[in-house]
């Protein structure tokens, strides 16, 4: 498990460890300073290289580069450097004042080996702008192979959203990672993420973590011999639509291949008799319905309840007042895992999401950036400069945990958070989300915690693509591939746990 902090948090890391524990600044900028350096010397030594160029700005990232600089020069490079800016912070005062270099006051024309970007770091929002703008574009024009110190410049270290920002090919991030560099325009951004550690301690204990698939392998441990299926759960699949036939089976599917003792697909009367045989393993029970959607009918959805231990409800159910109405009984009537997806997430944007207030069951919310931004009635571009700290502060209110699905996935419930980062770009394709749901929803049928749950279910998703792709390309592989690779995710976990 590695921790992923906040800018804010990892300030008053920073801050902690200079004014309280005494280690100075000028210490803590060193070592920043030299694991850079050691990053670039890597790079340098890679193709053959000897000339370094560090662009600097002027706060203490600025340092962080005048100071790697400086050490490379004292390693026998020809190394350089260009301020972008001319007020500097105190200590990126003294580091520049360390260096004898030669140091230019426009980008050198003449060609170099590895350039390190140190123009902005974690503290930067907005857009850069000027003589900043033209720095980040000559960098990444530069034909270098570049080491951005702490972050790529112009990344905003919170969100990963970005106007304009460096395309590093390693950043050396100080301290702790950061949510930015694995979200958004972070995951492209970023290159190669290496963590330096130069000392700087935590004040707190309670951090959002990414998680390693050694710490996930308990969520699959040997199955005892005098065991049978019902010691393993049983998942439902309340979903469907004549509209959108197939994300109920992939749903279901996914749910099979997860390890739940029983999969049951509560359908519409209207397609059941398309998915009789689809599956032999799978229990199909045939919904009351409306021209083809789910029409809500108490006896129906109370058997619903009495039949899983955990429920996916939503995927490709179409948005209409017959879901709607069957989630809000079964908010106020169930007591499993109620895991709410899809069309469940846009009725409750269309009808109203007060109802999650008041509650019986533990629910869990699986939305994309827009099902997010239509369920807290903002647009998509909020969500994205909201960030982390939204997503926590709307799974705090409404009481749910949170999966919010994007190239990164954020997992919270208000005090807890994680984040997942194993997808691949292979996973943007129709039917991703609906496999996600299943997954989920048998983990939590085995009595898995909704946190984790998601957290798990991110990671199998993430890992099952990415061998998807492995064997065709990421443009090709659709979600019954994914499908396909579960097993193969869930052996990892399962043999991680073994050599731990």
Sequence with gaps: MIKILTCAQM??????????????????????GKAV????????????GRR?????????????????????????????????????SEDCAAQCMKFHGKVHTAFPKEKFDVVIDAVFGTGFRGTPEGKFADAISAVNASGAYVVSADIPSGLNGDTGTAQLSVRADKTVTIGERKFGLYLEEGADACGEIVCADIGISLPESNYAARFA???LADVFPPKKRNSNKGSFGRAGILAGSKAYS??????????????????????????????????????????????????????AVRGVCASCDALAAGMGAGVSRGLYDCIAFLLSEYRGTLILD??????????????????????VLTPHLKEFARLAGISVEEVRAGGVRLAERFAAEYGVTLLLKSNACVVTNGKNTALVAEGTPALARGGSGDVLSGIVCALAARGV????????????LGRAGALAEAESNEYSVLATDVISKIPAAVSELVQAGKVR
Aim: with cysteine.
């Design 52 to 88: 370094v160029l560090a662009v600097c700005g002027g706060g203490n990232n600025g340092g962080d580069g005048y100071c790697a600089a400086r050490i490379l020069s004292e390693r026998g490079y020809e190394a350089e450097a260009f301020a972008v800016s001319e007020k500097l």
């Design 11 to 32: 300030r008053a890391a920073d801050k902690y460890t200079i004014e309280t524990l005494g280690v100075p600044s000028q210490t803590l900028m060193e070592r920043a």
């Design 246 to 299: 197939g994300a109920a089976l992939l749903s279901a599917e996914a749910a099979l291949r997860a390890g739940a003792g029983y999969t049951r697909l509560f359908c519409p009367a209207g397609v059941f008799p398309y998915y009789i045989g689809k599956f032999p393993e799978l229990i199909l029970t045939e919904m009351p319905d409306e021209a083809g959607f789910l029409r809500f009918d108490e006896e």
């Design 213 to 215: 698939p050694g710490d």
């Design 449 to 460: 915690t909704a946190m984790r749950a998601c957290v798990c279910g991110a990671h199998l």
């Design 342 to 363: 899809a069309d469940a997430l846009n009725v409750l944007a269309e009808y109203g999401a007060d109802i999650l207030r008041e509650k019986t069951c533990r629910v």
């Design 37 to 48: 350096a050691d990053e670039a010397e890597k790079a340098l030594a890679a193709c053959g």
